[in-house]
């Protein structure tokens, strides 16, 4: 496997600040940048959010993030994800493998180092080409269409859902976090 995830440390300030610094005309049309923002995201992790950084195991450069967020447990047992892949690693593969990684421990059991879910979405604003097709390479399906769902750029921005659960997803809980 060229890639690896695992829970973001403070000690991943650095490596964080350059990915996204790096990459910040590549992911700020979808997303806010905000290369300072890894010890807030340390600090929130949580219950509702998990974060996943993908790693490199090559060089060890990191490849991209993935945010669990508002995970609902109970009856629904369901999060949504939400990516940034970064420079130089876009478009090599690596973050698809990093995500089927993601997704194999949102759907692994708890009691097996996962996060026991059993539904997964994945918002998107339909112009963002590369993350639908993320979306798609990963199994998800188009489910709905949601208008004015994020304020971004100063602007509130739609966006296409796509959902996926667990008898779904081909490997069922099959990955392993390092």
């Given at each position: 496997m060229?890639?690896?995830?695992?829970?973001p440390q403070l000690s991943d300030a650095a490596a964080y600040y350059e990915a996204v610094t790096r990459s910040a005309e590549h992911i700020g049309r979808w997303n806010p940048v905000e290369p300072d923002a890894l010890p807030d995201m340390v600090r929130?992790?949580?219950?509702?959010?998990?974060?996943?950084?993908v790693f490199d195991t090559e060089d060890g450069?990191?490849?991209?993030?993935?945010?669990?967020?508002?995970?609902v447990r109970g009856r629904f047992q369901n999060a949504s994800l939400g990516y940034n892949s970064y420079l130089p690693y876009n478009g090599t593969g690596r973050m698809s493998e990093g995500m089927r990684l993601v997704v194999d421990a949102c759907f692994r059991p708890q009691a097996e180092g996962g996060l026991g879910l059993h539904r997964l979405e994945i918002n998107v604003q339909p112009e963002n080409g590369p993350s639908i097709a993320m979306a798609k390479?990963?199994?998800?399906?188009?489910?709905?269409?949601?208008?004015?769902?994020?304020?971004?750029?100063?602007?509130?921005?739609?966006?296409?859902?796509?959902?996926?659960?667990?008898?779904?997803?081909p490997g069922a809980g099959a990955g392993k976090l390092s």
């Open positions: 060229r890639v690896e995830i695992r829970f929130r992790q949580g219950e509702a959010l998990r974060t996943y950084l450069g990191l490849v991209g993030t993935c945010n669990v967020a508002n995970i390479r990963l199994g998800f399906r188009l489910e709905g269409y949601t208008p004015r769902m994020l304020f971004l750029q100063n602007a509130w921005r739609d966006h296409e859902r796509y959902a996926l659960t667990m008898e779904e997803w």
